[in-house]
């Protein structure tokens, strides 16, 4: 640990290791560096799931709504505002179709919403292009897992699958990339 050194004129001197060379040296600085990586990803705003990700983005927007909104929205309850956040999220940022949002907004696997709430939500929801959400599931479905197009209209228009109606698959099937 320390070195005792004796100098000519016999005083004799402690010398410690320096600071680095010890033990409670490392052992901050691995705390540090943990404590700092942990905080990167807090940081980062990385969520569990991408339903989180989606409705953070969709409150961020929301609360830039203007003072007038806010106070005809303060009427409506909580939970069908919610609902209609989350529904938004799920047309803008996921392509889903009306029946599929409905379904997961009222479902006790989805969000659990009332169906009122729900109701609301989608008769509220806005301009939503449903075709265009069709063909963007159909043109991932087609890139990403390299189906027919009989395949891909079979999944937009199932009740297992997409929901979308059957003109919004046939859209969707017409303007696919070849």
Known sequence: MSKKITDENGNTYVQKKPFYKRGWFWVLAIIVIFGIGSMGKESDGTSSSSNDVATSSSVKKESTASNAKESSESKVPAEYRNALIKAKAYATE????????????TSDAGEGFTQEAADYAMKNIGDIDWNKNALHKAQSYQDEQA?????IREQLTSTAGEGFTPEQADYAIQHLKN
């Open 94 to 105: 996921m392509d889903m179709s009306e029946a599929a949002i409905r379904d997961q907004l």
């Open 147 to 151: 189906m027919s197009k009989d395949a």
